[in-house]
T-cell receptor, first 110, second 114 residues
Framework: DVKVTQSSRYLVKRTGEKVFLECVQD?????MFWYRQDPGLGLRLIYF???????EKGDIPEGYSVSREKKERFSLILESASTNQTSMYLC?????????FGPGTRLLVL | AQSVTQLDSHVSVSEGTPVLLRCNYS??????LFWYVQHPNKGLQLLLK??????LVKGINGFEAEFKKSETSFHLTKPSAHMSDAAEYFC????????????FGSGTQLTVLP
């Protein structure tokens, strides 16, 4: 079974804090993705990576950055958290088209 | 560019009755199409996918979807709803980029009444 894990299920941070969300997959997948999920908007792609140290912007990259130093790990960074970044964050990995998702991190920024 | 429209944000059915969740897509090429399901406080799980083979695709838990190119639709159906089907369902289309990025619909919340 493919396993995608995320470091936290719930996170509470203050405005202006630097926030790290970690994602690890155990299937040697080339591609990894970060989405945010908001009610009524579905999932929106923030960033993705198709190889180690490679990254590309998704549809809503503003206010976020990413890091992929090892194939199995993909980190999402909020350099200075803001209240409008309160959301559910989902990580996924894939080899071809089918993406496998982690359980999500619900982030609250106060 | 591709896009997905889920025609109903909420669908309510009685247990044992059929389920129909509607999805239309737009794409400039022949896309792959997916349905994912998300149960409360869980990640997304793949229900089924269409990749240009048979137009009627069978998935897990008794769900199936039919690809209709002329109507640009990919509706999800199940003959008889079960209480455990209550969840949010997402229709998804793949892109043509290097990592085959996905574009998600806005979701349909399915409620199953006893």
């Amino acid at each position: 079974d493919v396993k995608v894990t995320q470091s936290s299920r719930y996170l509470v941070k203050r405005t202006g804090e630097k926030v790290f969300l970690e994602c690890v997959q155990d299937m040697d997948h080339e591609n990894m993705f970060w989405y945010r999920q908001d009610p009524g908007l579905g999932l929106r792609l923030i960033y993705f990576s198709y190889d180690v140290k490679m990254k590309e912007k998704g549809d809503i990259p503003e206010g976020y950055s990413v890091s992929r130093e090892k194939k199995e790990r993909f980190s999402l960074i909020l350099e200075s958290a803001s209240t409008n970044q309160t959301s559910m964050y989902l990580c996924a990995s894939s080899f071809s088209e089918t993406q496998y998702f982690g359980p999500g991190t619900r982030l609250l920024v106060l | 560019a591709q896009s997905v429209t889920q025609l109903d944000s909420h669908v309510s059915v009685s247990e044992g009755t059929p389920v129909l969740l509607r999805c239309n897509y737009s794409s400039s090429y022949s896309p792959s199409l997916f349905w994912y399901v998300q149960h409360p406080n869980k990640g997304l799980q793949l229900l089924l996918k269409y990749t240009s083979a048979a137009t009627l695709v069978k998935g897990i838990n008794g769900f199936e979807a039919e690809f209709k190119k002329s109507e640009t639709s990919f509706h999800l159906t199940k003959p008889s709803a079960h209480m455990s089907d209550a969840a949010e369902y997402f229709c998804v289309v793949s892109g043509s980029g290097s990592a085959r990025q996905l574009t998600f619909g806005s979701g349909t919340q399915l409620t199953v009444l006893p």
